[in-house]
């Protein structure tokens, strides 16, 4: 696929006429959440069918929704006290225009991530000045697909699915924040304060921070060469199965979310042919939002893991109820108190002394451990810029082996999209046993 760039400008916050002018000096100071979490460039793919929106209605609607969402037309960098956060200079957003030749959207956009995908949104590597980035790439059958990236220190999904859905609506020409007069809340001083003296109630080493070798200090994400991206895709009916098979017995039945976890951990440890006395542990995200009772629409990271633990013998030999389980016992223990407990551990000094770095980096190889980002409640399909919803949306291609997204289908009935890396000689062994609910 032969992709090329037409144009690339900054768009730049538009305010309502007679709205103050804002102060470009003022500095968001990173929360000990945003200093905690991935600190990389995430990338997902919308399709939209023709008749495609408009690139004027796109761009428009872009500059409307960064004068309310500030936090992305701004730029990461210290503030006047050596803080890292973000600078709120209306640097704008970078939008990029380009188009396919000769080809439709259906000929080269896969039902899977694989590395020609990567053409259809900004680089991911090197200085990138801008926190968000557009491309829109328009094909020959009049389809366009939009490339999002944004910096994953500003703002973790579910701030950055808010964003979207407002993009959406101020490109129709409506409020971008259905009934919201202010912009919504970002990091402030007296948000997530420690106790006094600080009460760690938990343990955080080994957890979210680790003393790390001295031979990892180094290590670059490059992605593994034999790693394949699969989607799997699990009908509602399948996953209505599943619940039914592992609840069994439950008073109240485990989540769309555990049971299809559940099932993929078990997957994938027949397919990667690992050990009996082998251990796998799945880092899950954790959204802090309700546990920390944040102001509405609060717009930046919130995000812990939970990591369920379990032999593969267990995992295994045991019923799916028990992956299920030991899935959901896992995300309950990461409470309100968990949170709260981790704020007043980074404040107490103790990562400072004690040379600790954070455990949240990017590997090339998970096994026999795995990692899933959820998006199952996100509302990216509510993307919609005056045309209708996307035909479809996918992360970009990240090929760490184990490191899976779960996505709602874009059938919407319920059924659910899993994007599992896996080795390329494991694949056969996990398309074959991925869909038996024995």
């Known amino acids: 696929m032969e992709v090329k760039v037409v144009s690339s400008r900054l768009v730049k916050p538009r305010y309502p006429e007679g709205v103050a002018r804002h102060d470009t000096t003022e500095h968001v100071p990173s929360s000990v959440f945003d200093r905690l979490t991935y600190h990389i460039q995430m990338a997902i793919i919308y399709a939209f069918a023709a008749p495609a929106p408009s690139t004027a209605d796109i761009e428009r609607g872009l500059a409307d929704v960064l004068a309310v969402y500030r936090l992305f037309a701004g730029q990461v960098g210290a503030g006047p006290d050596g803080s890292p956060g973000v600078l709120l200079n209306d ?117 979210e921070y680790h003393r790390p070798a001295p031979s990892n200090s180094n290590h670059e994400h490059h992605g593994a060469d034999n790693v394949v991206i699969h989607k799997a895709h699990f009908t509602k009916d399948f996953i209505a199965g599943l619940r039914a098979k592992a609840s069994q017995g439950r008073g109240r039945p485990f989540s769309r979310f555990e ?15 690992l050990s009996p006395h082998e251990t796998s542990t799945i880092r899950i995200s954790v959204d802090g939002r309700r546990r920390l009772a944040t102001p509405p629409g609060y717009f930046g990271n919130l995000v812990l893991w939970a990591f369920p633990r379990a032999t593969v013998s267990d995992l295994l030999n045991r019923p799916l109820k028990h992956a299920a389980q030991v899935i959901h016992d896992a995300v309950a223990r990461v409470d309100g108190a968990y949170f709260q407990s981790l704020v007043d551990f980074v404040s107490s000094g103790a990562v400072e002394r ?37 035909s479809y949306f996918m992360p970009s291609y990240f090929p760490t082996e184990g490191m899976l997204f779960l996505a709602p289908s874009y059938i919407g009935d319920g059924s659910v999209d899993a994007f599992v890396p896996v080795f390329e000689h494991n694949l056969q062994a996990f398309k074959e046993c991925c869909y038996s609910v024995e």
């Open 259 to 273: 049971t299809t976890l559940a099932h993929l951990w078990r997957t994938m440890a027949r397919a990667r042919g």
């Open 91 to 207: 640097h704008g957003a970078r939008l990029v225009e380009a188009r396919v030749d000769g080809s439709t959207l259906t000929d080269v956009a896969p039902n899977k991530p694989t590395p020609e995908i990567l053409k259809l949104h900004p680089h991911l590597e090197g200085e990138i000045e801008e926190v968000v980035q557009v491309q829109l790439t328009r094909f020959a059958c009049g389809s366009l697909a939009v490339g999002f990236t944004a910096n994953h220190a500003v703002a973790d999904g579910h701030a950055t699915s808010d964003f979207l859905v407002a993009w959406g609506r101020a490109a129709r020409g409506l409020d971008a924040r259905v009934g919201q007069s202010l912009p919504p809340p970002h990091n402030h001083p007296d948000l997530f304060r420690p106790r006094d003296p600080p009460v760690i109630e938990f343990e955080h080493r080994g957890v």
């Open 354 to 390: 004690e040379g600790l770095e954070k455990t949240a980096v990017l590997h090339d190889v998970l096994c026999p451990d795995m990692e899933v980002d959820s998006w199952l409640t996100f509302p990216f399909y509510e993307l919609d810029f005056g045309t209708g919803s996307p």
